[in-house]
């Protein structure tokens, strides 16, 4: 079955320090890996897109990594702002045509606090 | 337009009624997608579309959803009899042509069913 799992499910954090955000998934065939952004009542915004020869990937402050082995992602943001706090999902596309299905993780809450 | 519209944001209906959300694709993008996202869960999904035609409905929960998209542009999600476990937030999303790419996402239809 298709799935992908995150961790921490909810974290907080204070201004200024780093952290990791956990993405393990079991789809196949594989695709693409993505990271979203949700911020509350908005609707998600894309960070970076992996493919199966990309291990790493910044975008600004968040710097994605990709395992294709062990089926891991992680999801760094450096220095963080109080405008970090925000839901982060983890997706996956199965490389199947015609399909819309993209596999969403729960997602990780991230809380910065002053 | 500059970015995904839905409409309405927010929708408030009885138990019973038919209601019907709006999405606004950014304009060129031929593939459209719904999703549904409860409150504190991940994303479902729910229908695809690639220009007018839908090569993947399997999200549908049960056949009082439908969709439609006219003109390979704007899409309409149909909701039959609502029940109060349809309430959510509908989100939809568009991208140039397919999942192997970015999709960009509308602020969604919080649907409350009384």
């Known amino acids: 079955k298709n799935q992908v799992e995150q961790s921490p499910q909810s974290l907080i954090i204070l201004e200024g320090k780093n952290c990791t955000l956990q993405c393990n998934y079991t789809v196949s065939p594989f695709s693409n890996l993505r990271w979203y952004k949700q911020d509350t009542g908005r609707g998600p915004v894309s960070l970076t897109i992996m493919t199966f020869s990309e291990n790493t990937k910044s975008n600004g402050r968040y710097t994605a990594t990709l395992d294709a082995d062990t089926k891991q992602s992680s999801l760094h943001i450096t220095a963080s702002q109080l405008s970090d706090s925000a839901s982060y999902i983890c997706v996956v596309s199965a490389n199947v045509s015609n399909t819309g299905k993209l596999i969403f993780g729960q997602g990780t809450t991230l809380q910065v606090k002053p | 337009g500059a970015g995904v519209s839905q409409s309405p944001s927010n929708k408030v209906t009885e138990k019973g009624k038919d209601v019907e959300l709006r999405c606004d694709p950014i304009s060129g993008h031929t593939a459209l997608y719904w999703y549904r996202q409860s409150l504190g869960q991940g994303l479902e999904f729910l229908i695809y579309?690639?220009?007018?035609?839908?090569?993947?409905k399997s999200g549908l929960p049960s056949d009082r959803f439908s969709a439609e998209r006219t003109g390979g542009s704007v899409s309409t999600l149909t909701i039959q009899r609502t029940q109060q476990e349809d309430s959510a937030v509908y989100l939809c999303a568009s991208s140039f042509q397919g999942t192997n790419e970015k999709l960009f996402f509308g602020s969604g239809t919080q649907l409350s069913v009384l």
């Open positions: 579309f690639q220009g007018n035609s839908a090569p993947d």
